[in-house]
């Protein structure tokens, strides 16, 4: 019996264009006093980083692929097939590389390989949808001699950040990015290089801030103002947003701010055409406002939820939609006098006539800083199986 554990050394999110780094320790775990007729042989051990693609049949008429192939391939047990079981369509893969062959391991003994690959910059985001899935995986394949591939998948999540595929590195590694407190090998200075200037791309984008004022209306007249002082987010920030129904000649009675993404898929790959684009909230928050001057919300982005992408099959927007409920009549109130005093209670209108209508303001959600949104992460850093 022999332990494999898999451990991503910075955490299970990376940039596209980072180099992913992954420590693989084989282990023998029977007692060190076990005779040497207990030393456990693997013919080979190969890793390799793929994408799965996944698509609702009653949603996404599938591209072809050459799926075939891989069938054909899955039929012999002693060719590494990354995604051999997998669900969906594999639409990127790195080379394989080798780790070893012939590794002999006493008891009690143990040994590390490291895996490093750079991420391609081309490829999709880690994405799950309603319509697609998009999902990265570190596939480990080991073999004994005379016996099927065992397979250890490693999951772990992507971010694309656009800009970064064209950007070019100084010669002058005197004026990169670089953190002096630390000693880097030559091998990690690009990546580190790479991540401080997403961080830096991520902050110039969006800490501009300008003032946007929209006059919120219907078919009878002005209801208010909304004010928001930038359409640029990052996973992680706060949408913040503030009403003004002082100046609005129709009473607004409530309102609703929802944070929304909208699927669409591609229309040459729709199952039927015209077919209604997919929406899910992700923050929403509603208010009564009647006789209310000034309000104002805050909805957070989730740094679990996918930044906007568009891919040759799917979509990704983000939005806030918004809801209102205004009154169809002027809004008064009643005054009923006690019968044994001088008090005047105030009460309520119990029924009135009312409008609703909507309003969709698109905005835009990039990545952040991979490193935080780890903490979030659904996936593990360390993953094993026992052989």
């Known amino acids: 019996m022999i332990e494999v554990l898999a451990k991503l050394g910075r955490g299970p999110v990376f940039l596209a264009g980072e180099v992913l780094e992954c420590v693989i320790t084989f282990t023998n775990p029977l007692s060190a006093s076990s005779t040497s007729a207990s030393s456990e ?24 692929s050459d799926g075939s192939k891989h069938d054909v391939q899955a039929e012999n047990e002693t060719v590494f097939v990354p995604n051999r079981g997998e669900r969906g369509q594999c639409i990127l893969s790195t080379p394989p590389k080798i780790l070893f062959c012939d590794l002999r391991l006493d008891p009690g003994e143990s040994k590390s390989y490291s895996y490093c ?36 998948r490693v999951p772990f999540r992507v971010l694309v950040l656009h800009g970064l595929k064209d950007y070019q590195f100084p010669q002058d590694e005197a004026v990169a990015p670089s953190n002096p407190f630390l000693e880097e090998e030559e091998g990690l200075k690009k990546d580190s290089r790479l991540a401080d200037l997403a961080t830096e791309l991520l902050m110039v984008a969006t800490s501009r801030r300008s003032l946007h004022l929209y ?19 990052k996973i992680g920030e706060d949408v913040i947003g503030t009403f003004n129904f002082s100046e609005g000649d129709i009473p607004c009675l409530q309102f609703s701010v929802s944070l929304q993404t909208e699927e669409s898929i591609q229309e040459e790959f729709q199952r039927r055409r015209g077919q209604p684009v997919s929406f899910t909230t992700h923050a929403r928050h509603q208010e009564s406002c009647l006789h209310t001057a000034q309000s104002s919300f805050s909805l957070p982005i989730p740094l679990s939820s996918t930044p906007g992408f568009t891919t040759n099959i799917v979509s990704l927007k983000w939005r806030l939609h918004f809801e209102f409920v205004t009154s169809g009549e002027s809004v008064g109130t009643c005054l009923v006098r006690g019968s044994q005093s001088e008090a005047v209670t105030w009460t309520g209108v119990e029924q009135m006539e009312v409008d609703t209508f909507s309003w969709d303001l698109a905005i835009k959600v990039l990545p952040t800083n991979p490193i935080l949104a780890s903490y979030v992460s659904q996936f593990s850093s360390t993953n094993s199986i026992t052989i």
């Open 215 to 233: 006059n919120i209306s219907n078919t009878r007249g002005k209801v208010g103002t909304f004010c928001i002082f930038k359409t640029v987010y």
């Open 117 to 152: 690959e750079t991420l391609p910059v081309d490829g999709p985001p880690s994405f799950r949808g309603q319509s697609v899935k998009y999902v990265y995986k570190l596939t480990i394949g080991c073999q004994r001699v005379n016996s099927p591939i065992k397979l250890l």
């Open 41 to 64: 042989m693997l013919a080979w051990a190969s890793a390799q980083i793929h994408c799965q693609f996944h698509a609702s049949e009653n949603r996404v008429v599938l591209p072809p």
